[in-house]
């Protein structure tokens, strides 16, 4: 399983930015995916994720209204990043889920395959 995220990049505070990720597997649409980010010196941690056919989502509260995760038939998983702050700024990595069935999508552990990131950062 081959992820491929992109989308990163520089922008200020209060703009907006897309980013996306391809899987390459034919199975995409079996499994939760969901979008992670590491800042430097910290851990990395949940940002996002959306069930197998896209109609259960959840977020971090520091992202819970500002970013949205959606998903295509496509193999392609989005995460839509609106106003955006300082400490948004970090590498973005897509992760596929471990199970079919979902479960503890917040954990770090549950995730199985990932992307390579892309980075993010926000100027003040």
């Known amino acids: 399983v081959q992820l491929q995220a992109s989308g990163g990049g520089l922008v200020q505070a209060g703009d907006s930015l897309r980013l996306s990720c391809t899987a390459s597997?034919?199975?995409?649409?079996?499994?939760?995916m969901g979008w992670f980010r590491q800042a430097p010196g910290k851990e990395r941690e949940f940002v996002a994720a959306i069930s197998r056919r896209g109609g259960s989502t959840s977020y971090a509260d520091s992202v819970k209204g500002r970013f949205t995760i959606s998903r295509d038939n496509n193999k392609t998983v989005y995460l839509l990043m609106n106003s955006l702050k300082p400490e948004d700024t970090a590498v973005y990595y897509c992760a596929r889920h471990r199970w079919t069935s979902g479960q503890d999508e917040g954990e770090r552990t549950s995730y199985a395959y990932w992307g390579q990131g892309t980075q993010v950062t926000v100027s003040s």
């Open positions: 597997e034919r199975t995409f649409s079996m499994y939760t």
